[in-house]
């Protein structure tokens, strides 16, 4: 049997789940641009160092993003990945496609690219692995006339992204598709041209469930919610006692706020405690709703460790309906991004600039009152100050 | 290093065309590289105001400015800016202004 020229990538395709290692192997049979990258990957594994140069600059006219540059520092070994750039593809909301959609793309890939794909990337978009400098323009054009349009990339406004909602999920309190929907085709310009201190991302998650993961992943969460109790049917309770949910165990005992109580026939909430978890309206589905006034909570400064390290985005606006066409939402955005531009330093996080100039700036700022929902950990860290006119304010009183 | 011949003279370039020699910058240079970057015809005042006002940021602080801050000190809009520089200010203005490549987050 011949020797493999991939010893340490064969074994990433060995393992018992499926592995992108085969897929590469795959189309390593008709693209020579595929195989290349094999050889170069198995080239980093072996010496343990990445292969890939820092950072190209490459685009499409009109555009400043939506293209990363890549190059290869070992071109001579590997000719066919000396470029290698990515195009980011704005991905539909909620990633519905038509098989139609997908394979339009996949045609264009095969004619200008590797035939490489990554669905989807961590900000959601499509990711189309591997072309050269000379294919970029035809690519775009290509993938325009097929209705796509490029995302963000560098220090603009990322593509933002949206959780499925209401298109299958009965918990979405918001319609987090058409809200991700407006802001994409209201901040075209924030997307494609670049002009911020850094990224800003933006997720919509239609329940406090946030499987779009707003609240680690985006520098601004928008993420569903509900005003009012949440209503209980208590025969449905019953059912799923009876059926063998140990309702004290799972759902009383694993509220993080501790907000529920079971006597063996009745389930109380004090949602007064509640802190929207969805613990328990997920474990009893027939028997507990989110409430009945529905909005959206606003949380800002979410980021991964760059920079500074890794940040969960905090409340800023605890209830805002969220209608179209968003006026109210979009004003705020705007008045954000805008002291976040005049006041940054050069890529500086929304989330690190707040920390650096304290939240009662940033909330003066953009003309938020400062909110108990604001506070992170009762007692123990209440980072709103007052400022001393509003002390000397209370003195007099 | 890639090299590039323009109006009868070779420059070294990086591979996405940036100048890798900046003393060995002069106007004829950014002129007839213009076309590579999407800009028929000659460069007017308003694309050499944006050249000039790039290189002198350049050599005094050793970086390319924040786009916003260009736009600012210039009072042109993005609109403006991606007329006259189709490819952008990052990837056309500096390029045709002999900046080093501006590093930014992809």
Same mark, same amino acid.
């Given at each position: 049997?011949?020797?493999?020229?991939?010893?340490?990538?064969?074994?990433?395709?060995?393992?018992?789940?499926?592995?992108?290692?085969?897929?590469?192997?795959?189309?390593?049979?008709?693209?020579?641009?595929?195989?290349?990258?094999?050889?170069?990957?198995?080239?980093?594994?072996?010496?343990?160092?990445?292969?890939?140069?820092?950072?190209?600059?490459?685009?499409?006219?009109?555009?400043?993003?939506?293209?990363?540059?890549?190059?290869?520092?070992?071109?001579?070994?590997?000719?066919?990945?000396?470029?290698?750039?990515?195009?980011?593809?704005?991905?539909?909301?909620?990633?519905?496609?038509?098989?139609?959609?997908?394979?339009?793309?996949?045609?264009?890939?095969?004619?200008?690219?590797?035939?490489?794909?990554?669905?989807?990337?961590?900000?959601?978009?499509?990711?189309?692995?591997?072309?050269?400098?000379?294919?970029?323009?035809?690519?775009?054009?290509?993938?325009?006339?097929?209705?796509?349009?490029?995302?963000?990339?560098?220090?603009?406004?990322?593509?933002?992204?949206?959780?499925?909602?209401?298109?299958?999920?009965?918990?979405?309190?918001?319609?987090?598709?058409?809200?991700?929907?407006?802001?994409?085709?209201?901040?075209?310009?924030?997307?494609?041209?670049?002009?911020?201190?850094?990224?800003?991302?933006?997720?919509?998650?239609?329940?406090?469930?946030?499987?779009?993961?707003?609240?680690?992943?985006?520098?601004?969460?928008?993420?569903?919610?509900?005003?009012?109790?949440?209503?209980?049917?208590?025969?449905?309770?019953?059912?799923?006692?009876?059926?063998?949910?140990?309702?004290?165990?799972?759902?009383?005992?694993?509220?993080?706020?501790?907000?529920?109580?079971?006597?063996?026939?009745?389930?109380?909430?004090?949602?007064?405690?509640?802190?929207?978890?969805?613990?328990?309206?997920?474990?009893?589905?027939?028997?507990?709703?989110?409430?009945?006034?529905?909005?959206?909570?606003?949380?800002?400064?979410?980021?991964?460790?760059?920079?500074?390290?890794?940040?969960?985005?905090?409340?800023?606006?605890?209830?805002?309906?969220?209608?179209?066409?968003?006026?109210?939402?979009?004003?705020?955005?705007?008045?954000?991004?805008?002291?976040?531009?005049?006041?940054?330093?050069?890529?500086?996080?929304?989330?690190?600039?707040?920390?650096?100039?304290?939240?009662?700036?940033?909330?003066?700022?953009?003309?938020?009152?400062?909110?108990?929902?604001?506070?992170?950990?009762?007692?123990?860290?209440?980072?709103?100050?007052?400022?001393?006119?509003?002390?000397?304010?209370?003195?007099?009183? | 290093?890639?090299?590039?011949?323009?109006?009868?003279?070779?420059?070294?370039?990086?591979?996405?065309?940036?100048?890798?020699?900046?003393?060995?910058?002069?106007?004829?240079?950014?002129? %007839?590289?213009?076309?590579?970057?999407?800009?028929?015809?000659?460069?007017?005042?308003?694309?050499?105001?944006?050249?000039?006002?790039?290189?002198?940021?350049?050599?005094?602080?050793?970086?390319?400015?924040?786009?916003?801050?260009?736009?600012?000190?210039?009072?042109?809009?993005?609109?403006?800016?991606?007329?006259?520089?189709?490819?952008?200010?990052?990837?056309?203005?500096?390029?045709? %202004?002999?900046?080093?490549?501006?590093?930014?987050?992809?």
């Amino acid at each position: 049997m011949a020797k493999s020229d991939t010893p340490l990538l064969d074994q990433l395709g060995g393992g018992k789940w499926p592995s992108f290692i085969d897929d590469m192997k795959q189309a390593a049979k008709k693209k020579p641009m595929a195989k290349d990258l094999l050889g170069q990957l198995e080239l980093s594994y072996k010496e343990k160092i990445g292969h890939w140069k820092h950072g190209g600059i490459v685009g499409v006219k009109g555009y400043g993003g939506g293209v990363i540059g890549r190059y290869s520092d070992c071109p001579e070994k590997f000719p066919n990945v000396q470029a290698f750039h990515t195009l980011r593809v704005n991905h539909p909301t909620g990633w519905f496609y038509k098989t139609e959609a997908l394979r339009n793309l996949c045609d264009v890939w095969d004619k200008h690219g590797s035939g490489l794909t990554n669905l989807h990337g961590s900000t959601g978009d499509i990711i189309l692995l591997g072309t050269t400098t000379d294919h970029l323009q035809e690519c775009f054009d290509d993938l325009s006339a097929k209705g796509f349009d490029l995302g963000g990339s560098g220090s603009a406004l990322r593509t933002p992204s949206a959780c499925v909602g209401p298109g299958r999920c009965e918990w979405a309190c918001i319609d987090s598709l058409d809200t991700c929907y407006n802001i994409t085709m209201s901040y075209q310009d924030e997307i494609h041209r670049p002009m911020f201190p850094y990224k800003f991302k933006i997720k919509v998650a239609a329940c406090p469930n946030d499987c779009v993961a707003s609240i680690a992943r985006s520098d601004l969460a928008i993420i569903g919610t509900w005003k009012g109790d949440i209503p209980i049917d208590q025969k449905e309770v019953a059912a799923y006692a009876a059926a063998g949910l140990d309702i004290q165990k799972e759902v009383c005992n694993l509220c993080p706020t501790r907000c529920m109580v079971y006597n063996g026939r009745e389930l109380k909430i004090y949602d007064e405690d509640c802190t929207r978890c969805m613990h328990c309206i997920n474990l009893m589905p027939k028997a507990l709703r989110p409430g009945p006034e529905k909005g959206a909570t606003l949380l800002i400064g979410g980021k991964a460790p760059i920079v500074e390290g890794a940040l969960l985005s905090w409340v800023i606006v605890p209830f805002m309906k969220l209608e179209p066409p968003y006026t109210e939402l979009k004003d705020l955005i705007m008045k954000i991004i805008d002291w976040w531009s005049e006041t940054a330093r050069s890529r500086e996080r929304i989330g690190e600039l707040i920390k650096r100039v304290g939240m009662r700036t940033f909330l003066r700022a953009v003309g938020l009152p400062a909110l108990p929902q604001m506070v992170k950990s009762p007692r123990t860290n209440p980072y709103v100050f007052f400022w001393p006119e509003d002390i000397k304010q209370k003195e007099v009183k | 290093m890639p090299q590039i011949e323009l109006a009868g003279k070779t420059y070294e370039v990086d591979e996405d065309g940036f100048l890798q020699e900046l003393d060995k910058w002069n106007k004829e240079f950014a002129q %007839a590289y213009a076309k590579n970057e999407g800009i028929e015809g000659q460069l007017t005042e308003e694309h050499w105001k944006i050249i000039n006002y790039l290189r002198d940021y350049f050599q005094k602080f050793g970086i390319a400015p924040m786009i916003r801050k260009l736009v600012k000190d210039n009072g042109i809009d993005m609109k403006r800016l991606y007329e006259l520089f189709p490819t952008g200010p990052a990837k056309g203005a500096c390029k045709l %202004a002999g900046l080093s490549k501006p590093t930014g987050c992809v």
